[in-house]
């Protein structure tokens, strides 16, 4: 059965999140090794909710989705965001990322966010089935990126 907990709650996961986290996404975040990432979410061990990283797990770990402030250099005005929205590659396609961000989004609710943010390269038509919509495309890190934001209805 697939749990859903806080990476506070396990901190010993952060290392593997983090080299997972810089697999994929490297190329988004120039210049910055896999030792600046393991800092850069060392805050997301706190108790305050932004930042925070939940990670979903079964026997083994399975993924994660983030909440921070900022995601998006270029748009310091646009905050809160989701990030780090990843699943391990032998289990994609079974509902894990799903469920990942609607807990994000719920946790987001609960605490009064109305609005929340995202980019991403390549995942819109997954993001516009839960109720995203699309903000604009642009250009960030010589990638072209979608940006797109979520109502909450707080």
């Known amino acids: 059965m697939i749990k859903i907990v806080n990476l506070k709650d396990e901190p010993e996961n952060l290392s593997t999140l983090a080299s997972w986290h810089q ?22 061990l706190s108790d305050e909710l932004i ?3 939940f990670v979903a ?3 083994v770990l ?3 989705a983030a909440i921070v ?8 005005q646009l905050k809160p965001w989701l990030a780090s929205v990843f699943v391990r590659p032998e289990y994609r396609k079974q509902g894990i ?9 719920a946790q987001a609710q609960a605490a009064h966010i109305g609005r929340l943010y995202l980019y991403t390269p390549d995942k819109t038509g997954f ?19 979608i940006v797109m934001q979520v109502n909450l209805n707080v």
């Not at 402030?69 to 310091?76: A, F, I, N, S």
């Not at 990322?97 to 989004?105: A, P, T």
């Not at 993001?127 to 990126?145: A, M």
């Open 57 to 59: 797990k079964d026997d």
């Open 127 to 145: 993001y516009l089935k839960l109720g995203w919509s699309i903000l604009e495309q642009r250009q960030y890190q010589n990638h072209e990126v």
């Open 97 to 105: 990322g799903r469920k990942l961000v609607l807990h994000v989004m």
């Open 51 to 53: 930042p925070s990283t």
């Open 62 to 64: 399975l993924g994660s």
């Open 69 to 76: 402030d900022q995601d998006m250099k270029t748009e310091p």
């Open 23 to 44: 697999d994929e996404w490297s190329h988004l975040n120039p210049g910055e090794d896999l030792t600046a990432r393991i800092l850069r979410m060392q805050p997301h």
